[in-house]
């Protein structure tokens, strides 16, 4: 059983759509959980760490649900520039494990 | 600060060279990895270090060789290339592995091996 695991998508939404990702993840111990954007052919970058109480970043809200394992993202009025792959990633132990991406695109 | 530097950007290697992927950085961060990305697979972690003179097995070890003689440096060797090495290799590091520490991640390594 994978790790970590997410819908690939694509995602293919108008401007100002919301759009919402899901994960989940195997280990109940893991501890830390974040997501990642990687735009075509660059390194990943962090968007935001997620916390067990639900955590917003302006456009972008963050949740945790220890007791199904699972992690969503949801963006708000998504602009073109959000189009990337978003990337799950869950620390247990000295470990990382990431998600296989889902792919949006927001169109014009 | 350069950040996290990697070299090359690309290389191509026949079957059964070897090679070392060199990965920098200036942050002054304890914990690095390095990790391939393949295509439908994500990022899968292949060996990493908290600290000068600690390395560990990640996820997919077989094949690569690393050593951390100092902060700064975390090179990736390849023993033997296989085609089923080709890949793209990040490389990433961060201040620790606890309390959420954003990882930073190089520009990345493309590999072919013929």
């Known amino acids: 059983r994978k790790e970590v695991e997410q819908d690939p998508g694509p995602f293919n939404v108008p401007e100002g759509a919301t759009v919402a990702f899901n994960c989940t993840y195997s280990?109940?111990?893991?501890?830390?959980f974040f997501w990642y954007r990687q735009d075509c052919r660059k390194e990943p970058k962090l968007l935001m760490s997620?916390?067990?109480s639900g955590n917003e970043d302006g456009r972008f809200t963050a949740q945790l649900n220890r007791a199904s394992q699972y992690i969503s993202l949801l963006i708000r009025d998504s602009k073109l520039s959000d189009s990337a792959t978003y990337l799950c990633?869950?620390?247990?132990?000295?470990?990382?494990?990431f998600g296989t991406g889902t792919s949006l695109t927001v169109i014009p | 600060n350069a950040g996290v530097t990697q070299t090359p950007k690309f290389q191509v290697l026949k079957t059964g060279q070897s090679m070392t992927l060199q990965c920098a950085q200036d942050?002054?961060?304890?914990?690095m990895s390095w990790y391939r990305q393949d295509p439908g697979m994500g990022l899968r972690l292949i060996h990493y270090s908290v600290g000068a003179g600690i390395t560990d097995q990640g996820e997919v070890p077989n094949g690569y060789n690393v050593s951390r003689s100092t902060t700064e440096d975390f090179p990736l060797r390849l023993l033997s290339a296989a085609p089923s090495q080709t890949s793209v290799y990040f490389c990433?590091?961060?201040?620790?592995?606890?309390?959420?520490?954003?990882?930073?991640f190089g520009p990345g390594t493309r590999l072919l091996v013929l």
């Open positions: 990633v869950v620390n247990t132990g000295n470990q990382f494990y």
């Open positions: 280990n109940s111990a893991s501890q830390s």
């Open positions: 997620v916390y067990s």
């Open positions: 942050m002054n961060h304890e914990y």
């Open positions: 990433a590091s961060s201040y620790s592995v606890a309390n959420r520490e954003t990882q930073y």
